[in-house]
């Protein structure tokens, strides 16, 4: 059963415009939500996070945005620019904030 | 300063055989993490490394695989008699632990070691 999930495979976005990337979560103990960036033949890279007491955070051009009643996330990129087209994960951890699980990614790719 | 880093980074092994994996976190990083992405689908949860504590295994498939990590540094990722379904990239990770002023810390990845079992 995926506790973490991102429904869209892919996402095409022109460059300027706004990119939003979704994920919906099911496990409540869930308290803590991470984004990450993946390029290929590369290890994720961490972009933002989350506390589940915070409805939003913002990172420059990067805003997660965080409905605790929906179980919902999702990721704001405002401008999109072509070196943002990556595999992006959502991830979320429980107390403690050992194990991420991982939702299945979703591919940006922001065409110029 | 120098970031996760995983060896090899790649492995082609025959169904069967043994394989180790490697992997050096950041240093300082206390935890320390292994998942591994098949293809098509997200990142698994494998294990997890805390300092000194028994490690957290829940996420291991099968008793093929284990791991250690020796002097709180470098780990080694163990798959016994491989099968082709073990065939993944498998990531290390590593990060601060989180205490009671933080509720988790970010996970900073290696590049991951592409296995393929033929």
């Known amino acids: 059963d995926q506790q973490v999930k991102q429904n869209s495979p892919s996402l095409s976005v022109q460059e300027g415009r706004i990119s939003i990337l979704n994920c919906d979560y099911t496990n409540s103990m869930f308290d803590y939500f991470l984004w990450y960036k993946k390029y290929p033949a590369e290890g994720p890279t961490f972009l933002i996070s989350i506390s589940s007491i915070k409805d939003k955070n913002e990172d420059g051009r990067f805003t997660v945005f965080l409905n605790k009643s929906a179980k919902h996330l999702s990721l704001h990129i405002v401008p999109s620019q072509p070196g943002d087209s990556a595999v992006y994960f959502c991830?979320?951890?429980?107390?403690?904030?050992?194990?991420?699980?991982f939702g299945a990614g979703t591919i940006l790719r922001v065409k110029s | 300063g120098a970031g996760v880093s995983q060896s090899p980074s790649n492995k082609v092994t025959e169904k069967g055989k043994d394989v180790e994996l490697r992997c050096d976190p950041i240093?300082?990083?206390?935890?320390l993490y292994w998942y591994r992405q098949s293809l098509g689908q997200g990142l698994e949860f494998l294990i997890y490394f805390q300092g000194n504590s028994a490690p957290d295994k829940s996420g291991l498939p099968s008793d093929r695989f284990s791991a250690e990590r020796t002097g709180g540094s470098v780990s080694t990722l163990t798959i016994q008699r491989t099968q082709q379904e073990d065939s993944a990239v498998y990531l290390c990770a590593s990060s601060l632990e989180p205490n009671l002023w933080t509720v988790a810390y970010e996970q900073y990845f290696g590049p991951g070691t592409r296995l393929t079992v033929t």
């Open positions: 240093s300082g990083h206390t935890a």
């Open positions: 991830a979320a951890s429980g107390a403690g904030g050992n194990k991420l699980v």
